[in-house]
């Protein structure tokens, strides 16, 4: 297998956890709550987070994520 399709695989088994709910803290020690709106790439999801009514999207990386 190459490389382009490990990724392609690893991102396919990530999609599987869209719209779960999950948590993650940035550097300066904030967590966040959101659900994952899709993948970008193998190693990150982009988590929707509501900050007061209007949706941010973050990348995180994938071991940051918590499942809640």
Do not use: L
Request: aromatic fraction near 14%; charge should be negative; include cysteine.
């Amino acid at each position: 297998m190459n490389e382009s399709t490990n990724d392609d695989a690893k991102i396919f088994v990530m999609e599987r956890n869209e719209g779960r709910e999950v948590m993650f803290q940035i550097e300066d020690g904030t967590q966040y709550y959101g659900r994952i709106g899709y993948v970008p790439n193998s190693e990150h999801y982009c988590v929707v987070v509501d900050r007061n009514g209007t949706p941010w999207e973050w990348y995180v990386r994938e071991e940051a994520i918590a499942f809640v």
